[in-house]
């Protein structure tokens, strides 16, 4: 009996607006195995949780966020504040955009970040993924992220060496949705299709 194995990959990708440099994060989010003939069936949970944060630079260049506020897609944040006690206010809607905006409202140059929320409850912690030095005041950062998942397949004795055979931008899917993957009989090809139900 042949045994194949499918690793599902996510990548996030934070980029400039307008785009000028990428940085990519994957993550390997888990190994479905199928049998030839058989059924297999699998849950893949999917969350964005992107943070600005008020960055703090040591003499090592290490960078460390106390004051950060979470986002989503579209959301405007902005920082206010007087010197050594800076914070978050509230996150609005921004209007016709997927940007991420953030916004110094401080009165003088601030250092911002963007990275990922990790944890929940009392673990949650921040971790940076690009900063941005020296942000006048009254001015604003903004990012747009994309989000997509690649299906590649192969017997894995490492890493995966093949070309995806599927991708697909997860802002474009809904919450909740359901996908069949089969393996062609005839041509031994891996196909992904949308399920009519969930």
Not at 176 to 188: K, L, Q
């Amino acid at each position: 009996m042949v045994s194949s194995r499918i690793r599902l990959y996510c990548f996030y990708s934070i980029l400039p607006s307008p785009p000028s440099s990428t940085l990519t994060s994957s993550r390997s989010h888990g190994v479905i195995t199928f049998r030839a003939g058989g059924h297999a069936k699998a849950t893949v949970q999917y969350v964005a949780r992107l943070a600005f944060g008020y960055a703090q630079i040591d003499q090592d260049n290490l960078v460390d966020s106390a004051a950060w506020v979470e986002v989503q897609s579209g959301n405007v944040s902005s920082i206010t504040g007087t010197p050594g006690n800076k914070r978050f206010g509230g996150v609005a809607k921004g209007s016709n955009t997927k940007l991420l905006v953030c916004k110094n409202n401080t009165v003088e140059r601030a250092d911002l970040s963007i990275g990922f929320v990790k944890g929940d409850g009392i673990h949650q912690r921040y971790e940076p993924a690009l900063v941005w030095t020296r942000v006048g005041s009254k001015s604003n950062i903004s990012r747009a992220l994309t989000h997509s998942i690649r299906v590649a397949t192969e017997i894995l004795r490492g890493e995966i060496e093949t070309d995806a055979i599927w991708t697909c931008d997860l802002n474009q899917l809904d919450d909740v949705t359901g996908w069949n993957f089969y393996e062609d009989g005839a041509s031994g090809a891996f196909v992904i299709e949308q399920a009519d139900s969930v």
